[in-house]
């Protein structure tokens, strides 16, 4: 079993930062792929930023430039630096977690945590 959970929303002005935090623990052989995404009242949920094994990252345009998505595999943790905020970033962060959860054989696992609310408001 692999449980995720995320931190660190909550409620800040136009034009501050916060910082998200997505910490997997349980049966963890690998993890390769850590996302942020994203979901808006009355939206669908969207892809915010990927960061594979490696470090190699991918953004959605609308975060470009603001958002930087961060890896610590020692501690199996993820975060995503969110510089500039805006109104339209509010939404409930969702962080998905791939990897290998086998002991002696492999056995990919995909888990979502129970997401984190950002709210961009005056």
């Known amino acids: 079993q692999v449980q995720v959970v995320e931190s660190g929303g909550g409620l800040v002005q136009p034009g501050e930062s916060l910082r998200l935090s997505c910490a997997a623990s349980?049966?963890?052989?690998?993890?390769?792929?850590m996302g942020w995404y994203r979901q808006a009242p009355g939206k669908e949920r969207e892809m915010v930023a990927i960061i594979i094994d490696g470090g190699k990252a991918s953004y959605a345009e609308s975060v470009k430039g603001r958002f930087t998505i961060s890896r610590d595999n020692d501690k199996n943790t993820g975060y995503l630096q969110m510089n500039s905020l805006k109104p339209d970033d509010t939404a409930v962060y969702y962080c998905n977690v791939e990897g290998d959860s086998g002991r002696d054989h492999y056995e990919y696992f995909e888990v979502w945590g129970q997401g984190t609310l950002v709210t961009v408001s005056l």
């Open positions: 349980g049966s963890i052989s690998a993890i390769y792929n």
